[in-house]
């Protein structure tokens, strides 16, 4: 038979999660040959990926400082939730800085209500999509809102006219270093790292 070819797929989140979530994804691999790596590049967000090819601990990826290559092996299927700058936070329950550029199993961060669900092998990836959605609505009544000021000014820094850091800090009532301590902790990069992954 045809060997099926590589998919990608992704999805707006429920209204609910809106705040919290830019998108979600799904990638199938197929059993093609294998595919040029790809090269993933920092945008300040925290992604969070289940391999369902064979029932693997979800992994989590902090948000990045430098791009990072990716190469997926045939037949690997996985789904993702791309969360908004700071929007990891409340689900995650640490600091977001504490992961930056790494890649983390997250029962080593005690998120255990992702790595107790149940993928079958046979799984589809747009059902896994769907259980993946399932489970972030279903920690929403416990969770809360992103920080405001920190998404407020992360909005203004990705603008198309971003302010100073020092304009910024000035115009919430806060120091520069409050201000970059707490985007740090809340989106894993600083301001002015940010100000770079912007342009």
Not at 90 to 95: E, H, W
């Amino acid at each position: 038979g045809r060997r099926k070819e590589v998919s990608f797929r992704e999805i707006a989140p429920h209204p609910a999660l809106a705040p919290y979530v830019d998108r979600l994804w799904a990638r199938d691999h197929g059993l093609g040959p294998p595919v040029a790596p790809l090269r993933i590049l920092p945008d300040g967000c925290i992604d969070l990926i289940v391999d369902i090819t064979a029932g693997l601990e979800p992994v989590k990826v902090g948000a990045m400082t430098r791009p990072k290559p990716f190469a997926p092996t045939p037949g690997t299927r996985m789904v993702g939730v791309r969360f908004r700058p700071g929007g990891a936070l409340p689900f995650l329950r640490l600091a977001a800085h504490e992961i930056t550029d790494v890649v983390v199993d997250l029962n080593a961060i005690g998120v255990r209500w992702l790595s107790r669900a149940r993928w079958p092998d046979d799984v589809s990836p747009v059902a896994a999509l769907k259980t993946l959605e399932s489970l972030l609505l279903g920690r929403l009544p416990e969770t809360q809102r992103p920080h405001a000021i920190v998404a407020n000014a992360v909005h203004a820094l990705f603008g198309p006219s971003p302010p100073t850091i020092e304009s910024r800090a000035r115009d919430i009532g806060w120091t520069r270093q409050h201000l970059r301590r707490v985007v740090q902790a809340h989106v894993g990069l600083t301001p002015a790292l940010l100000l770079r992954v912007a342009r």
